[in-house]
C-alpha cells in the first residue's frame, strides 16, 4: 500500500536555484528517509529523519518533518545538473524495518 | 563501502519460463528486500526477509517467490513468468534489529522483459 505522496510530480530549475520537494503520507511513522534515484539505476539514500527530530541537513540538503500535518520537505539548495534525478520519500511504520516508498518527484535541472 | 550486487541488468525470458533474480550483499545486513518498480505506480514490496531462511510477503508475492539460503544472497523466482511481470527489479538491504528501520542500500536493478 502506498504511504508517502510526494508533490510536485516533476519540477524543472535552473542551475543555482533552490528546489523544494513535498510528502504527505497517511499514518504515524518511526521515521522517514528520502531516497535518489538517476535514470534506470537503483536508489540511492540520502537522509532520514526521525519522528522525534523536525530538522536535519546534510551538505545542501535540509529535510523538515511535521507530524502533526503528517508531512516532510526536502530542500537542495543551489542546484546542479547533476542533482537531476528522482526522489522518492519513505516512511517506517513499525514492524519489520520495513519501508513504504511514494511514487517519487522528477527532479531536472538544466545548466 | 556498502555493495548489493545483481546478477543481471538486463533479462529477457519467455512466457512460461522460470527464472531466477540473484542479489548479494557484503556487510552482513539481516534484511534484505525485493521490489519492482513500474511507471506511475513507484516501489512496491514484494518479499523481504530479516534472518537467513525467514521469509514476509510484502504487498505484491502474488506469482513470486523468494530463497535465503544464505545471509548474504537473496534470490527472487518467478515460478511461470507472465508479461505483467515485465518491470524494473530492485534488491535492497538494511540492518535489522533495534528500533525502527535503517538505510536501505539497493542494488542496479534488472530489468525484466517477459515476451
Known amino acids: 500500500s502506498q504511504q508517502g505522496e510526494e508533490d510536485p510530480q516533476a519540477l524543472s530549475i535552473q542551475e543555482g536555484e533552490n528546489a523544494t520537494m513535498n510528502c504527505s503520507y497517511k499514518?504515524?511513522?518511526?521515521?522517514l528517509q528520502w531516497y535518489r534515484q538517476n535514470s534506470g539505476r537503483g536508489l540511492v539514500h540520502l537522509i532520514l529523519?526521525?519522528?522525534?527530530?523536525r530538522e536535519k541537513h546534510s551538505g545542501r540538503l535540509r529535510v523538515t518533518l511535521d507530524t502533526s500535518k503528517k508531512s516532510s520537505s526536502l530542500l537542495i539548495t543551489a542546484s546542479r545538473a547533476a542533482d537531476t534525478a528522482s526522489y522518492f520519500c519513505?516512511?517506517?511504520?513499525?514492524?519489520?524495518?520495513?519501508?513504504?516508498f511514494g511514487k517519487g518527484t522528477m527532479l531536472l535541472v538544466s545548466p | 563501502d556498502v555493495k548489493v550486487t545483481q546478477s543481471s541488468r538486463y533479462l529477457v525470458k519467455r512466457t512460461g519460463e522460470k527464472v531466477f533474480l540473484e542479489c548479494v550483499q557484503d556487510?552482513?545486513?539481516?534484511?534484505m528486500f525485493w521490489y519492482r518498480q513500474d511507471p506511475g505506480l513507484g516501489l512496491r514490496l514484494i518479499y523481504f526477509?530479516?534472518?537467513?531462511?525467514?521469509?514476509e510477503k510484502g504487498d505484491i508475492p502474488e506469482g513470486y517467490s523468494v530463497s535465503r539460503e544464505k545471509k548474504e544472497r537473496f534470490s527472487l523466482i518467478l515460478e511461470s513468468a507472465s508479461t505483467n511481470q515485465t518491470s524494473m527489479y530492485l534488491c535492497?538491504?538494511?540492518f535489522g534489529g533495534g528500533d525502527g528501520s535503517y538505510e536501505q542500500y539497493f542494488g542496479p536493478g534488472t530489468r525484466l522483459t517477459v515476451t
Open positions: 535492497a538491504s538494511s
Open positions: 499514518t504515524s511513522i518511526n521515521n
Open positions: 529523519i526521525r519522528s522525534n527530530e
Open positions: 519513505a516512511t517506517d511504520e513499525g514492524g519489520y524495518s520495513t519501508l513504504t
Open positions: 556487510m552482513d545486513h539481516e534484511n
Open positions: 526477509s530479516y534472518d537467513v531462511k525467514m521469509k
